[in-house]
């Protein structure tokens, strides 16, 4: 019932932007190799010739692995545990990339070559800008470490320099990596504030507000979607719908706000009554409906309804008030009465065939007719 987006969906939510950012990754990677095998041509050197052959194994694992993350399907179905994963990776091709980057730098600044560090210094603004982006500055850790290890490099280079004009830059720099600092951090904020407002709303739009379960909208996109898993599995489900006894006769004598606290009181007791795996839903006024998933067969079904009428029927002690009241139950069972909509329209017709049996029982809707059951 907790209102508020969890952090672990956030996390999903901003690994997936993370893995958004092919244009960042393919555009300072290429660059990186192109300058890596560039400085080869211009220099000779067996360590620059490393550096070359790294950049080219950093290009190939970075675009292999959102290749492979949107292959594998995790890009529509991500676990916790997966995104962090997936961080992990994206995050040490990063971290090799600014290694890359940084070995270049601090070869080209031993050296007279102006333009092999005038590229370098172009590869670490392009990282810096790269990095800062709001895809990559979603997660904070990458791109700040990302950036502080090029910016640290080049700017240490110049430091060391003999030549004024080279300290100066370096001294620059480590200015630039405050600012860049900043608009990482900045941005992660509002990304994570972005984010979570999405969440909230989306969460608003699916809930009750007075007890925070699913509303009939979540509850019918659900049961959809479940129909159509168990169907594949082979797997049978109930669905019940339930309509209380007497509650209008609570909001007259008491008023609405000893109603609604009624009705927050039942969704707790229902929510305690249930497994993990079902889904419990107030359909509005004074009508819920559970989906339990999977069942054995009718008998499951039955000892379920039989615990929900046990927890409801119980008596409420309200602000010294002792309110007692009824529930009706509608059991239809999948496949037998239908799947998805059609199996909430019966279970919805067997409650009210409960309701004029007497109330306070449950009745099982079959093929053609429904069946009482006490």
């Known amino acids: 019932m907790d209102k508020l987006p969890q952090p672990d969906l956030i996390r999903v939510g901003l690994v997936r932007l993370l893995y958004s950012a092919l244009p960042q990754v393919a555009s300072v990677t290429t660059g990186v190799v192109v300058g890596a095998w560039l400085v080869v041509w211009r220099s000779g050197s067996g360590w620059d010739l490393l550096l070359a052959w790294l950049a080219i194994g950093m290009a190939a694992g970075r675009l292999g692995l959102l290749v492979a993350f949107h292959q594998s399907g995790d890009d529509k179905t991500l676990s916790p545990i997966v995104a962090k994963r997936w961080e992990c990776a994206y995050g040490a ?58 910016l640290a490099a080049f700017a240490g280079g110049c430091l060391l320099h003999p030549d004024t004009s080279y300290q100066i830059v370096g001294g620059l720099l480590l200015l630039y990596w405050y600012s860049h600092f900043e608009a990482c951090r900045h941005g992660a904020q509002t990304i994570m504030a972005l984010h979570r407002a999405q969440h909230s709303l989306a969460h608003q739009a699916a809930h009750d507000d007075l007890t925070g379960l699913p509303n009939r909208a979540a509850f019918r996109e659900y049961l959809t979607e479940a129909s159509a898993r168990l169907k594949r599995f082979g797997q049978k489900y109930a669905v019940l719908a339930l309509d209380l006894d007497g509650f209008k006769q609570v909001n007259d004598m008491y008023g609405h706000t000893m109603g609604d606290e009624v009705l927050r009181r039942i969704a707790h007791r229902m929510l305690g009554t249930l497994r993990p795996g079902d889904l419990v839903a107030r359909l509005g006024g004074d009508e819920f409906a559970v989906l339990q998933v999977p069942v054995s067969g009718r008998d499951a079904a039955i000892t379920l309804a039989e615990r929900l009428m046990a927890e409801i029927n119980a008596p409420y002690q309200i602000e010294g008030q002792t309110i007692v009241l009824n529930v009706s139950i509608g059991i239809a069972l999948a496949p037998e009465c239908g799947s998805g909509e059609e199996l909430l329209r019966r279970a919805d017709e067997a409650s009210y065939e409960a309701k004029r049996a007497g109330k306070g029982r449950y009745c099982i809707a079959v093929s053609r007719a429904p069946e009482h059951v006490q």
Do not use: E, F, N, Y
């Not at 290694?99 to 007279?112: D, F, K, Q, Y």
């Not at 102006?114 to 210094?121: F, K, N, S, V, Y």
């Not at 990559?136 to 990458?142: E, L, M, Y």
């Open 93 to 150: 091709g990063s971290l090799l990339m600014g290694g890359v980057i940084a070995g270049m730098s601090l070869r080209a600044l031993s050296g007279a070559d102006a333009g092999m560090q005038l590229l370098c210094l172009g590869l670490t603004m392009a990282t810096c800008g790269g990095q800062s982006s709001t895809r990559v500055a979603c997660r904070a850790w990458i791109s700040i470490s990302t950036g502080s290890i090029v």
